[in-house]
């Protein structure tokens, strides 16, 4: 017999997390665990990455919908975070519980998984500081978060990059988070493409298709779908998204777009008609990035993928992922899941 339970975290950023929409010193998050009650060696836990603010399930009934999920876990609601979670304590579970989800080259330490370089907005002095800790570090895939300061501020960082290194030197991703307006998109997309950019991640906000699919045909930037993925389950609605936008990209956050399954038929989807894609992490602990990395493994990803965010908190959990300059590795380690559910019951992230 399956049993399920789950335990309220909240992580704490080392610095507030900025972006267009909203200010981030806390993220709440829940740790389940699975057990098999007709054998204590099976067990597995995984993380329901809810993200307050942006997760199409936020709301007060959440936690009585985990409650639900916890109690049936063969049943699960439609509900993103949560199949994700569950998804991955099944996959632990069916591993031993050693947070060894997958069986790829990257699990066992034969690969990496090359990352970008996360810089989140800031006034213009500290944004500068934190993309030269980036190039320090070795990135050479560096993604900004922009809409949160004057634009003429975000050009003039971009300047400065690109004085001292060219488009294949430094690779430079931007997000805007849905801060363009509409009327003004094109103009500012203008702007930003004599910086060389290889993509811009949702120029505007989400559910404006037509005028969104007007953008990408006429965007000297590509553009990359995030926020517009979240919500949507039937393939019938993935393929109006992606045949009426016509998008270079879409962007991947299992935790926030269905889980695993559906971010493998947004693939399918998306390499059907060319567009391209990588993963990225929505502020999930440890738990949640190692299940993302080991999933997108299977993949064996050519472009930088957005695995680099096990360092933001305080605290987090100890999980097998190693970063080595913009290189992300699968230590041969071992990580008893269950003694990771114990630290998690010490409440030691709050």
Same mark, same amino acid.
């Given at each position: 017999m399956l049993t399920a339970e789950y335990r309220h975290i909240v992580?704490?950023?080392?610095?507030?997390?900025?972006?267009?929409?909203?200010?981030?010193?806390?993220?709440?998050?829940?740790?389940?665990?699975?057990?098999?009650? $007709?054998?204590?060696? !099976?067990?597995?836990?995984?993380?329901?990455?809810?993200?307050?603010?942006l997760s199409a399930e936020?709301?007060? $009934? %959440?936690?009585?919908?985990?409650?639900?999920?916890?109690?049936?876990?063969? $049943?699960?609601?439609?509900?993103?975070?949560?199949?994700?979670?569950?998804?991955s304590a099944f996959a632990d579970m069916n591993k031993g519980g050693r947070q060894r989800l997958e069986e790829t080259p990257f699990t066992v330490g034969e690969t990496s998984i090359t990352i970008n370089g996360l810089v989140w907005m800031g006034d213009k002095t500290t944004m500068r500081k934190r993309i030269a800790q980036k190039l320090d570090q070795g990135f050479r895939c560096i993604k900004l978060k922009i809409g949160g300061i004057k634009f003429d501020d975000e050009i003039e960082l971009l300047k400065e990059i690109r004085q001292n290194f060219s488009s294949t030197e430094i690779e430079l991703?931007?997000?805007?988070?849905?801060?363009? $307006?509409?009327?003004?998109?094109?103009?500012?997309?203008? !702007?930003?493409?004599?910086?060389?950019?290889?993509?811009?991640?949702?120029?505007?906000?989400?559910?404006?298709?037509?005028?969104?699919? !007007?953008?990408?045909?006429?965007?000297?930037?590509?553009?990359? *779908?995030?926020?517009?993925?979240?919500? %949507?389950?039937?393939?019938?609605?993935?393929?109006?998204? *992606?045949?009426?936008?016509?998008?270079?990209?879409?962007?991947?956050?299992?935790s926030l777009c269905g889980g695993f399954k559906e971010a493998d038929r947004w693939i399918a989807l998306s390499e059907e008609r060319g567009i391209g894609w990588w993963a990225t992490s929505a502020l999930e602990s440890n738990i949640g990035l190692n299940a993302i990395a080991q999933w997108v493994s299977k993949y064996n990803p050519s472009l930088p993928q957005g695995l680099g965010t096990g360092g933001l908190y305080l605290h987090n959990f100890h999980c097998p992922l190693i970063l080595e300059g913009d290189r992300l590795f699968c230590s041969n380690e071992e990580t008893d899941s269950l003694a990771l559910w114990g630290t998690a019951q010490k409440s030691i992230y709050g």
């Open positions: 992580l704490r950023f080392k610095e507030t997390a900025i972006t267009s929409r909203s200010k981030m010193e806390v993220k709440d998050s829940y740790v389940i665990l699975l057990r098999d009650t $007709d054998n204590p060696e !099976r067990y597995g836990i995984g993380e329901c990455a809810l993200f307050r603010g936020d709301s007060e $009934d %959440y936690e009585r919908l985990l409650k639900q999920a916890c109690s049936h876990p063969l $049943d699960l609601p439609p509900v993103s975070s949560i199949r994700f979670g569950f998804e991703r931007l997000d805007a988070n849905g801060a363009f $307006d509409s009327e003004h998109a094109s103009e500012k997309l203008d !702007r930003l493409a004599k910086f060389e950019i290889h993509s811009i991640e949702q120029p505007i906000k989400p559910s404006q298709w037509e005028k969104l699919a !007007r953008i990408c045909e006429q965007s000297p930037i590509p553009i990359a *779908l995030d926020e517009e993925l979240i919500g %949507y389950n039937s393939d019938s609605t993935k393929i109006s998204i *992606l045949d009426t936008i016509r998008p270079s990209y879409v962007i991947l956050k299992p």
